[in-house]
């Protein structure tokens, strides 16, 4: 089993940054993807960003060229730094796992809010 706990969330003003953290542990070895979805209330969860192990990355949209998604070298740690905030990015963060086999997520964290705001 893999566990995930987020960090980083905070209030930061439009055009801003922030780095969001998510550690992993458990049975590591199985983690193919790695990334982060989020949800503002009353919206749908929606997909933010993944790297593989091979460090292929993918964003959406209405993230690139904003948001960085990495991981440490330990592969223990995955990070979302996102610069040039807006308040639409306002939402809880979720980093989320895609183990060996699986094609959709299939391990969560709690979460983390970011709130965009002046």
């Known amino acids: 089993q893999v566990q995930l706990v987020e960090s980083g969330g905070g209030l930061v003003q439009p055009g801003g940054s922030l780095r969001l953290s998510c550690v992993a542990s458990g049975t590591i070895f199985s983690i193919n993807i790695m990334g982060w979805y989020r949800q503002a209330p009353g919206k749908q969860r929606e997909f933010v960003a993944s790297?593989?192990?091979?460090?292929?990355?993918n964003y959406a949209d209405s993230v690139k060229g904003r948001f960085t998604i990495s991981g440490d070298n330990g592969k223990t740690t995955l990070y979302l730094q996102m610069n040039s905030l807006k308040p639409e990015d306002t939402a809880v963060y979720y980093c989320y796992t895609i183990t060996l086999g699986i094609g959709q997520p299939n391990y969560w964290g709690q979460g983390t809010q970011v709130t965009v705001s002046s």
């Open positions: 790297i593989t192990r091979g460090g292929s990355t």
